[in-house]
């Protein structure tokens, strides 16, 4: 028996429990190898399935529990946090918020096999109003298909992962070192990615005042709201003269954008990340007058600068 079995077999539950829960509380630090090493140990008689899947599955809903009451009491703050230190911030936060929109609930379920979305649904869901019975039997629906999933996967290919893990062992610390520095690569190309983007348009963002005075001079810039439907069901004011599209609608809605006149992009994530890729594409389309907004919607309410009711244009 190889160390890492050895290892699971003793501590048990309570070292899968803190697994699951660890990484559902948003560290980077993925419980599916302990899941599936779990499940070679069930499927050798060595663990016991049921104590292994009650463990898996109140790690999760612990987790969970702990960002759907962040979410529910400090509303977009905890989303502002967790879009500040996600490796895509943008995509997930927009992906999170448009499954949320589209299937509700049953969204949770999908997202929990997703990285990334497996961390933002629960606040999003505690921001949303969801009653917490209700986010308890779907998180819960969720928590045991996840972790019962991938110790089922283990069970099937039990012999199969007992010899990959003896010969990754046999490779002593070869193998821990080339895990860890491809985890470690991939992190920094992330924020390489990241930054480089933020950096490439830094110089032409415009401020909030900045466009106030546009506003107040009789200019007509093009105001485009990027944020998700699910952000302005939450908080329906905009930008007054703001018309609304979401980024994954900008490919099919450029050419109705004027070319011959500003266009001002915002959305509510910090940095203002969507809005920053939205412009870039737009660039490479030959719109050369497009610059986002510096901090958003946000800094635009902090200003008490106009705003107005958001109204669902006519299909």
Same mark, same amino acid.
């Given at each position: 028996?190889?160390?890492?079995?050895?290892?699971?077999?003793?501590?048990?539950?309570?070292?899968?429990?803190?697994?699951?829960?660890?990484?559902?509380?948003?560290?980077?630090?993925?419980?599916?190898?302990?899941?599936?090493?779990?499940?070679?140990?069930?499927?050798? &008689?060595?663990? %016991? &399935?049921?104590?292994?899947?009650?463990?898996?599955?109140?790690?999760?809903?612990?987790?969970?529990?702990?960002?759907?009451?962040?979410?529910?009491?400090?509303?977009?703050?905890?989303?502002?946090?967790? /879009?500040?230190?996600?490796?895509?911030?943008?995509?997930?936060?927009?992906?999170?918020? %448009?499954?949320?929109?589209?299937?509700?609930?049953?969204?949770?379920?999908?997202?929990?096999?997703?990285?990334?979305?497996?961390?933002?649904?629960?606040?999003?869901?505690?921001?949303?109003?969801?009653?917490?019975?209700?986010?308890?039997?779907?998180?819960?629906?969720?928590?045991?298909?996840?972790?019962?999933?991938?110790?089922?996967?283990?069970?099937?290919?039990?012999?199969?992962?007992?010899?990959?893990?003896?010969?990754?062992?046999?490779?002593?610390?070869?193998?821990?070192?080339?895990?860890?520095?491809?985890?470690?690569?991939?992190?920094?190309?992330?924020?390489?990615?990241?930054?480089?983007?933020?950096?490439?348009?830094?110089?032409? #963002?415009?401020?909030?005042?900045?466009?106030?005075?546009?506003?107040?001079?009789?200019?007509?810039?093009?105001?485009?709201?990027?944020?998700?439907?699910?952000?302005?069901?939450?908080?329906?004011?905009?930008?007054?003269?703001?018309?609304?599209?979401?980024?994954?609608?900008?490919?099919?809605?450029?050419?109705?954008?004027?070319?011959?006149?500003?266009?001002?992009?915002? /959305?509510? /994530?910090?940095?203002?990340?969507?809005?920053? #890729?939205?412009?870039?594409?737009?660039?490479?389309?030959?719109?050369?007058?497009? #610059?986002?907004?510096?901090?958003?919607?946000?800094?635009?309410?902090?200003?008490?600068?106009?705003?107005?009711?958001?109204?669902?244009?006519?299909?």
């Amino acid at each position: 028996m190889n160390e890492t079995l050895e290892f699971l077999s003793r501590h048990g539950a309570a070292f899968l429990f803190a697994a699951v829960f660890v990484e559902q509380a948003g560290a980077p630090l993925p419980s599916v190898p302990w899941l599936l090493a779990a499940g070679a140990l069930i499927g050798t &008689g060595r663990m %016991n &399935g049921l104590v292994a899947l009650s463990a898996a599955t109140f790690g999760a809903l612990l987790g969970d529990f702990i960002w759907f009451f962040l979410g529910r009491h400090y509303g977009q703050r905890v989303l502002g946090l967790l /879009c500040r230190i996600s490796l895509e911030p943008d995509s997930c936060v927009r992906r999170t918020q %448009n499954l949320f929109t589209r299937y509700g609930m049953p969204g949770v379920v999908a997202a929990k096999f997703v990285p990334g979305l497996s961390t933002l649904a629960p606040p999003l869901a505690g921001n949303s109003g969801v009653s917490v019975p209700r986010f308890l039997f779907f998180d819960g629906l969720a928590s045991v298909l996840y972790g019962g999933g991938f110790i089922l996967v283990g069970v099937l290919f039990s012999h199969q992962l007992d010899q990959v893990i003896g010969a990754l062992t046999s490779l002593g610390g070869n193998a821990l070192g080339l895990v860890a520095g491809l985890v470690a690569a991939y992190i920094a190309y992330k924020y390489f990615q990241r930054h480089r983007l933020l950096n490439e348009l830094r110089m032409t #963002r415009i401020t909030v005042d900045e466009l106030h005075q546009m506003l107040e001079a009789g200019e007509k810039p093009v105001i485009l709201d990027l944020r998700s439907l699910a952000e302005l069901q939450q908080n329906p004011s905009m930008i007054r003269g703001a018309r609304h599209t979401t980024v994954d609608e900008m490919e099919l809605r450029a050419q109705e954008i004027p070319r011959d006149r500003d266009i001002i992009l915002y /959305c509510s /994530c910090p940095n203002e990340v969507s809005s920053a #890729r939205t412009a870039l594409q737009l660039r490479r389309k030959g719109f050369n007058r497009v #610059r986002p907004l510096l901090g958003g919607f946000d800094a635009w309410r902090d200003r008490n600068y106009p705003t107005e009711l958001w109204v669902v244009a006519p299909a």
